[in-house]
């Protein structure tokens, strides 16, 4: 089992059909790539191959070997994902080929921009065609990342440089950045198939992330989870994979066999798919002109899905421009910020162009002319730019995880651009939540305003439900942002479940005060023989709602207690209760004894027993109770 510190890179082939890439990967690797019988007998790729070579102890490469024939593009684009450094493979006896171009187009679209140049079949041509070949491939990849890539001559029959090409690659593969494991895990699978006492494995690149055995992963635009049975790494039982590597994953649960060449594996509950993108789209030198609202086949990740190009600038892209489009796809994709895409005419079927996506959640109605600018600073402002627009364009914020989604970075990242950013608030709880600070300010006020109606309507009552004031003022904010309201402004305050300004204080009136004085009285005099309370508000001198607001005054004042939904006695009576009860410590009694212990009927007796029991001054057992 090899170290997880190995570097891991990713070498895919390009070129024609019979230029000899199956057979070259064989050469460096003794691996062939051509596994089904069709392929064999027919002599070319149809489906991916898969081989790794390891240069050193500390270096693995993993070749994808693509079909060359045009019928198989859309397979040739699955393989690329993930590729790191591209080897343009140009037999020495035909030069450049249709899908020569067609190929290399697509690795420039796709960002790669590493590779080298293997002129094959040398052993079949003589020095002067050979030197031919090398000047029209060099003028061919002018301009190109490829520009100052080495040139190797190589025969995979008999062996001639080989050794050379494998230097180079190892060169080349020194200058790639190791892809990031800290990223969240995501895996396009590029094959999924039962294996015989195993059951299902997906295969692909490994693009970010990590994965372990016995890990949740979610199937994605499917949204469901399986489990991590197994791993293996370039055909080698391991208990980790990371980003970099090509990967073969053993899965367990019921939605295991729905897996499929285009899905992604991510990690469970961070991403949504999308059915539009926003994105800066180049169309190559060339290519007929694209039109508003035109058919195309889109191609992301392992993808491959129909969409429609609303052109956001203009109604027509010409040969070898470029342009903000929103592309929408008939069926959902993972996609993220960042990631490259290919765009193939919808018939005939040829590449055209390709682009990054830019947002992958554009707001459902926006004029074209706000799109365009909206996208502009998403595509050139700073990461505290596109987290501070993302973030006002939410009512109530968005959290680092939906942040994560929306612009590919990490929380920490979105934490770091966000610090000191005057325009945001930002909220550390379980996760972290960010706020515009303008719609923070107009919530808070908004808040402040309701206290202040709800107190000069009910000036008798100590405040506003909690709950009552979020659904009604806040509807749709997460539950804990009007405690952070709460937490941040001095004059609100929050007791329990009650919300009030700091300021308000219940004032009582000459007449309030009066017949605050009689309901106390009431229930002082009567003792435990408590009085209706219908009946005592009604002889208050008071409206019914004036007069059940002193109730809740006093109740929460603590000079009368709630036994039952209309029982309430005066806390004198309630205290000489507990005395009584406390001379009897250790005894046990039915509801006779405390009866004439009480000097209450039964009325009374049953709910002061329970309110007893709820206090644990005493314990039911059976038909008795036993004072605690």
């Not at 060169?171 to 195993?198: C, H, I, W, Y």
């Not at 080698?236 to 970099?244: D, Q, S, W």
């Not at 990054?356 to 004029?367: F, M, N, S, T």
């Not at 990242?413 to 107009?442: C, H, M, N, Q, T």
């Amino acid at each position: 089992m090899k170290s997880v510190r190995m570097r891991n890179i990713i070498v895919g082939t390009a070129g024609h059909i019979d230029h000899g890439k199956t057979a070259l990967v064989r050469a460096l690797t003794g691996i062939d790539t051509d596994r089904l019988s069709e392929e064999k007998r027919r002599g070319i790729s149809i489906e991916l191959g898969f081989a790794h070579l390891d240069l050193g102890p500390d270096l693995r490469l993993g070749f994808v070997d693509v079909p060359g024939h045009e019928r198989f593009v859309r397979t040739m684009l699955a393989g690329a994902a993930g590729v790191d450094i591209v080897l343009l493979v140009v037999a020495a006896d035909e030069s450049i080929k249709p899908q020569t171009r067609e190929h290399f187009d697509i690795c420039r679209l796709l960002g790669v921009s590493s590779g080298l140049i293997a002129l094959t079949k040398v052993d079949l041509v003589d020095p002067e065609l050979l030197e031919l070949v090398r000047l029209e491939v060099r003028e061919f990849v002018r301009g190109s990342f490829l520009e100052a890539a080495p040139v190797v001559a190589v025969s995979a029959r008999t062996g001639e440089g080989i050794d050379e090409l494998k230097r180079r690659l190892a060169e080349a593969a020194s200058r790639v950045a190791q892809k990031d494991v800290s990223r969240p895990f995501r895996l396009p699978v590029d094959r999924s198939f039962v294996m015989k006492g195993f059951g299902r494995v997906v295969t692909g690149t490994l693009i970010a992330g990590a994965v372990h055995v016995e890990d949740e992963v979610e199937i994605q635009p499917l949204g469901e989870t399986v489990r991590v049975r197994g791993i293996q790494v370039h055909g080698e039982a391991a208990k980790r994979a990371v980003a970099g590597q090509r990967t073969a994953l053993n899965l367990a649960g019921p939605a295991a066999d729905r897996v499929a060449r285009g899905m992604t594996l991510t990690r469970p509950g961070l991403f949504q798919p999308t059915q539009g993108v926003e994105a800066r789209f180049h169309l190559l030198a060339g290519a007929r002109p694209l039109k508003h609202r035109a058919p195309v086949h889109f191609h992301a990740g392992t993808a491959e899905v129909i969409a429609e190009a609303r052109l956001l600038e203009g109604d027509l892209v010409g040969s070898g421009g470029t342009a903000l489009v929103r592309f929408l796809l008939r069926e959902p994709v993972l996609l993220l910020p960042g990631d490259r895409f290919i765009v193939r005419m919808f018939s005939p079927v040829v590449t055209i162009g390709g682009g990054e996506v830019l947002e992958i959640a554009p707001p459902p109605r926006i004029r074209r002319a706000e799109a365009v600018r909206r996208l502009r600073a998403l595509e050139s402002g700073s990461r505290a730019d596109r987290v501070a627009l993302l973030v006002a364009e939410a009512e109530y914020g968005l959290g680092a995880d939906s942040l994560v989604a929306r612009t590919g970075l990490l929380a920490g990242e979105i934490r770091e651009a966000a610090a000191g950013d005057e325009r945001l608030l930002l909220f550390e709880g379980p996760s972290a939540w960010l706020v515009d600070r303008e719609r923070y300010a107009a919530h808070a006020a908004k808040v402040r305003a309701a206290l202040g109606e709800h107190h000069r309507v009910h000036p008798l009552t100590p405040g506003m439900l909690k709950e009552e004031l979020r659904s009604r003022e806040l509807p749709g904010a997460p539950a804990f942002y009007l405690d952070a309201i709460l937490a941040r402004e001095r004059d609100l305050v929050a007791e329990g479940d009650i919300v009030r300004l700091a300021s308000h204080q219940i004032r009582l009136r000459g007449e309030e005060e009066e017949a605050l004085r009689k309901i106390e009285a009431a229930f002082r005099r009567a003792g435990l023989a408590a009085p209706a309370v219908k009946e005592v508000l009604a002889r208050s001198g008071l409206d019914a709602a004036r007069a059940r607001n002193l109730l809740q005054v006093l109740l929460r004042e603590g000079k009368l207690v709630k036994v039952g939904d209309e029982l309430v006695f005066h806390e004198s009576a309630i205290r000489g209760l507990l005395d009584l009860m406390g001379r009897h410590k250790g005894e046990r009694f039915k509801v006779p004894e405390f009866k004439e212990w009480t000097g209450v009927s039964r009325k009374y007796a049953i709910p002061l027993l329970e309110y007893l029991d709820r206090r644990r001054v005493t314990r039911r057992e059976g038909d008795a109770r036993v004072v605690l």
